[in-house]
C-alpha cells in the first residue's frame, strides 16, 4: 500500500461529523471514468441475474461480489476510503460482508404512507448484546455509481444522530419524524454506523439506482455472506488478505500476531500515530 494514501486520512471534523450523526459524506471518492467502469460491469451482473430467472421489476440484492470481478477486489482496500475506515474502526477489521444493489423504477405511483423497511444491521446482534447503547462494531461504505442527487430515486434514508439510539418509533403510516433521504451525484462514498436507522425506499423515477455497499468489521464479526474471496488471496497483497478474512490460525481473530494484521505492521512504520494498541499479546 502506498503511503500516499495517508492523505485521505480521516480528518477530526470529518471524525466529529461521524460520531454525532452516525454518517459521513465523501464526494469524488470515484472519478467519471471509474464510475463508468464499475457501472458496465454492474449492469453486466444484472443481466445475468435477469436470464437467470431476476424478475426485472425487482430490486436485485446481489452479495458476495467481490469475486465477479478484479475492480471490485481494488476497492477493498482503495486508497481514498480504507484510510477513513481504520481511522474509525482501528486496525483489525476486515471486509466481513458486501452487496450490490440495483434498484430499477417501480412504475407504480408515488406513495410515502406505507412506511420503509426500518432497521439497525446486524439483527440478532441487537438483542443478544447487552450494552446502551449497542457497540458500532462494524461500518458500511456506499458506493454510488448512480445519480440519486433528488429524493424519489430510490434513495437510502437516514434518521441522523440516531445510531446511539437502540429503540426507536416507527409509524404505521408515513415516515420516521427527521428522517431524510441521501441525495449525492455518482462517485460519491457515504460511510454509516451499521447502527444508524436506515431504509431503502421505492425507486419511483425513471433512473435505475446501482449502490456497491462495503461492510468493514472486527476481524472476529462472522461474515454475514457466504463470502468465497478465499479463491482470491493468491493474488492480493498481505493487507488485501487481511481484509479478505485471511489469518495464521484461529486464534489470531481474538488475538492478532503481526501476521494475521500486517495492516498494523504498516501503520507502525507508515503512521504509528494510528497504530494504537500495536503491542502483542500472548495467552
Not at 94 to 123: A, E, R
Not at 248 to 272: C, F, I, K, M, S
Request: hydrophobic fraction near 35%.
Amino acid at each position: 500500500m502506498d503511503k500516499s494514501c495517508l492523505q485521505y486520512g480521516l480528518t477530526e471534523e470529518e471524525r466529529k461529523t461521524f460520531d454525532e450523526t452516525g454518517y459521513l459524506i465523501v464526494e469524488n471518492v470515484l472519478s467519471e471514468e471509474h464510475v463508468a467502469k464499475l457501472t458496465e460491469i454492474v449492469d453486466g451482473i444484472y443481466e445475468e441475474n435477469v436470464s437467470n430467472g431476476h424478475d426485472p421489476t425487482k430490486a436485485l440484492f446481489h452479495p458476495n461480489f467481490i469475486p465477479d470481478h478484479p475492480e471490485f477486489l481494488k476497492l477493498v482496500d482503495y486508497e481514498k476510503v480504507l484510510p477513513k475506515v481504520w481511522g474509525i474502526l482501528g486496525w483489525n477489521i476486515y471486509l466481513y460482508h458486501c452487496h450490490m444493489i440495483v434498484t430499477p423504477p417501480t412504475g407504480q405511483p408515488k406513495n410515502y404512507d406505507k412506511p420503509f423497511p426500518w432497521h439497525q444491521d446486524s439483527g440478532r446482534v441487537n438483542q443478544e448484546i447487552e450494552s446502551h447503547p449497542r457497540p458500532r462494531l462494524s461500518l458500511k461504505v456506499a458506493y454510488f455509481l448512480s445519480d440519486i442527487s433528488e429524493p424519489d430515486r430510490g434513495n437510502f434514508y437516514i434518521v441522523p444522530n440516531s445510531h446511539l439510539t437502540d429503540d426507536i418509533d416507527i409509524p404505521t403510516v408515513g415516515q420516521i419524524p427527521g428522517a431524510i433521504p441521501v441525495c449525492v451525484k455518482p462517485g460519491t462514498a457515504v460511510f454509516f454506523d451499521r447502527r444508524l436507522w436506515h431504509a431503502a425506499s421505492t425507486n419511483w423515477s425513471d433512473i435505475t439506482r446501482k449502490v456497491l455497499f462495503y461492510g468493514y468489521g472486527y476481524r472476529w464479526i462472522k461474515t454475514k455472506d457466504d463470502m468465497t474471496v478465499q479463491s482470491l488471496w493468491d493474488q492480493c497483497t498481505p493487507i488485501q488478505r487481511q481484509l479478505l478474512g485471511d489469518c495464521v490460525n484461529a486464534n489470531g481473530y481474538y488475538t492478532p500476531t503481526d501476521a494475521d494484521v500486517p495492516l498494523r505492521v504498516w501503520l507502525r512504520e507508515h503512521a504509528p500515530e494510528q497504530s494504537k494498541g500495536a503491542a502483542t499479546i500472548d495467552s
